[in-house]
Nanobody, 128 residues
Framework: VQLQASGGGLVQAGGSLRLSCAASGRTFSSYAVGWFRQAPGKEREFVAAISWSGGWIYYADSVKGRFTISRDNARNTVYLQMNILKPEDTAVYFC??????????????????????WGQGTLVTVSS
């Protein structure tokens, strides 16, 4: 699976952006997908994740109520709608795919080592 993240850019605080993670290669609909982000000088952190069916969705506490993850398996794409953006949301955002079997628990979704494929990242900059 090859992943291509896009949709980043510069936005003012309070604004919105929608990130896309487009997949090519093997059957994308069988993969769970997570979004992670890494701010300058900080470790990569979990943002949101969605199971292959869309039945399980998880968010980091810092984005809950502001971000929405969704997927369109017909288009091989996962989206991250980001609203009410804050300067602390500034980071490079990565999407990743988890092709493992079994229950897609919250602990599993938050663990970057569970993901088999990663996109190249897209930069989101939120100005104050």
């Amino acid at each position: 699976v090859q992943l291509q993240a896009s949709g980043g850019g510069l936005v003012q605080a309070g604004g919105s952006l929608r990130l896309s993670c487009a997949a090519s290669g093997r059957t994308f609909s069988s993969y769970a997908v997570g979004w992670f982000r890494q701010a300058p000088g900080k470790e990569r952190e979990f943002v949101a994740a969605i199971s292959w069916s869309g039945g399980w969705i998880y968010y980091a506490d810092s984005v809950k109520g502001r971000f929405t993850i969704s997927r369109d398996n017909a288009r091989n794409t996962v989206y991250l709608q980001m609203n009410i953006l804050k300067p602390e949301d500034t980071a490079v955002y990565f999407c990743a795919a988890d092709g493992g079997s079994g229950w897609y628990s919250r602990d599993r979704a938050r663990n970057s080592s569970e993901y088999d494929y990663w996109g190249q990242g897209t930069l989101v900059t939120v100005s104050s």
